[in-house]
């Protein structure tokens, strides 16, 4: 299952350098490739907001 990032997300960047498969996309909120993410939960446990959660 996923993760994905949620309204709360303030695009700091933060979890894109923590994702190793680089599943996550940069914008106003950023966005996490279902196809590639491998539900290691790094992202969400860089997250300073706690915009990432699981699917």
């Known amino acids: ?3 994905k990032i ?3 997300c303030v695009a700091c960047g933060t ?3 923590e ?3 680089g ?3 940069a914008g ?3 966005v996490i490739n ?3 993410c491998i539900d290691c939960g790094a992202c969400a ?3 300073p907001t706690g915009a990432i959660e699981a699917e």
């Open 34 to 36: 279902p196809d590639e």
């Open 15 to 17: 979890c894109i350098d």
């Open 1 to 3: 299952m996923a993760h």
């Open 28 to 30: 106003d909120i950023y």
């Open 6 to 8: 949620t309204d709360s």
């Open 45 to 47: 446990a860089a997250c």
């Open 19 to 21: 994702c190793p498969v």
């Open 23 to 25: 599943a996550i996309s």
